[in-house]
């Protein structure tokens, strides 16, 4: 027990400056084709990806969270990475992200701009044969819920719905949750 007070501040909607090109509510499945550019100063896909953008999880309470999948094209069941993180799914091209690699002395056309903050560029591990997991982690964005940071039980519902589903049994977590 701690005498510490909360507050709660929800986290959506996103300030202009937050917002990035995959940040819209926008469910469906679609195909990046190699060559694709997300903006002119990101690097292009060099393969085919599919795109599955705000798929539903129910967590074991019921509550709904929303992942952003990209995999390689194609039917094979493929390892997963899961980027859990409360920095939202897709802020990867926003005002706020993008000069980050500058800060570091990159520039952004060293990624695609498929990614989130802090998380795995879908275009390298795509090519690699793996497939990306980016949640929008509880009550961040458009997920559901009050967002309770660096809880593992969340992130281990979310694992295991991928593991039983499109991973064919791999699946693995990178993160700051």
């Not at 909607?13 to 550019?37: D, H, I, M, S, Y």
């Not at 094209?73 to 091209?93: D, M, R």
């Not at 940071?149 to 499109?166: K, M, S, Y």
Request: proline letters at 8%; one cysteine or more; glycine letters at 12%.
């Amino acid at each position: 027990m701690t005498d510490c007070q909360k507050i709660f501040v929800p986290s959506h909607p996103l300030p202009p400056a937050r917002t990035g090109v995959f940040t819209a509510f926008e469910p469906g499945t679609r195909t990046l084709k190699a060559g694709f550019q997300v903006a002119p100063q990101f690097r292009p896909i060099p393969v085919d990806i599919v795109f599955e953008k705000d798929v539903a999880v129910t967590l074991r309470d019921g509550v709904t969270i929303y992942v952003d999948v990209f995999r390689p094209a194609g039917t094979e069941k493929v390892p997963v990475i899961v980027a859990w993180s409360p920095y939202g799914k897709g802020q990867g091209t926003s005002m706020s992200v993008m000069g980050v690699f500058g800060l570091v002395g990159l520039s952004n056309s060293v990624v695609s701009g498929l990614a989130k903050f802090e998380a795995p560029d879908p275009a390298y591990w795509c090519a690699h044969g793996y497939a990306i997991c980016n949640p929008d982690v509880r009550g961040v964005v458009d997920s559901e819920g009050d967002s309770v940071l660096w809880d593992r039980q969340e992130g281990r519902t979310t694992v295991r719905n991928i593991f039983e589903g499109a991973s064919g049994g791999l699946a693995g977590a990178e993160g700051t949750g």
